[in-house]
């Protein structure tokens, strides 16, 4: 079993940047794809982006694509979320997530294990 911490969130303006990461300790990361997911206050647990376990794939929620970067440090069992531009709407609880079997993985019941998340608030 693995056991996920997320850090990095705050508070930052409109048109800012932020790097949440999520460290893992228990097992070796290297053997989980790994995902990111958000949550609103009111609304459901939405995907953000995920990575494969070799880390050669990435992939993104549309409403991320092209502000946000997944990326991944097997040798220090850590992954990563480069958030840049980021609005209002992306506020929320930043979870990070791991899961046992290969392919991508858009909906939280495809994944194993989480973190506690990490807030993000992102003023106008």
């Known amino acids: 079993q693995v056991q996920l911490v997320e850090s990095g969130g705050g508070l930052v303006q409109a048109g800012g940047s932020l790097r949440l990461s999520c460290a893992a300790s228990g097992r070796t990361l290297s053997t989980y794809g790994m995902g990111w997911f958000r949550q609103a206050p009111g609304k459901e647990r939405e995907f953000v982006a995920g990575?494969?376990?070799?880390?050669?794939?990435?992939y993104y929620g549309d409403s991320v694509k092209g502000r946000f970067t997944v990326s991944r440090d097997n040798a220090k069992n850590t992954v990563n979320l480069q958030m840049n531009s980021l609005k209002p709407e992306d506020t929320g609880v930043y979870y990070c997530?791991?899961?046992?079997?290969?392919?991508?993985?858009?909906?939280?019941?495809?994944?194993?294990?989480w973190g506690q998340g990490t807030q993000v608030t992102v003023t106008s």
């Open positions: 997530a791991a899961r046992r079997t290969y392919g991508l993985a858009r909906t939280p019941p495809e994944y194993d294990y």
């Open positions: 990575i494969v376990r070799s880390g050669i794939a990435t």
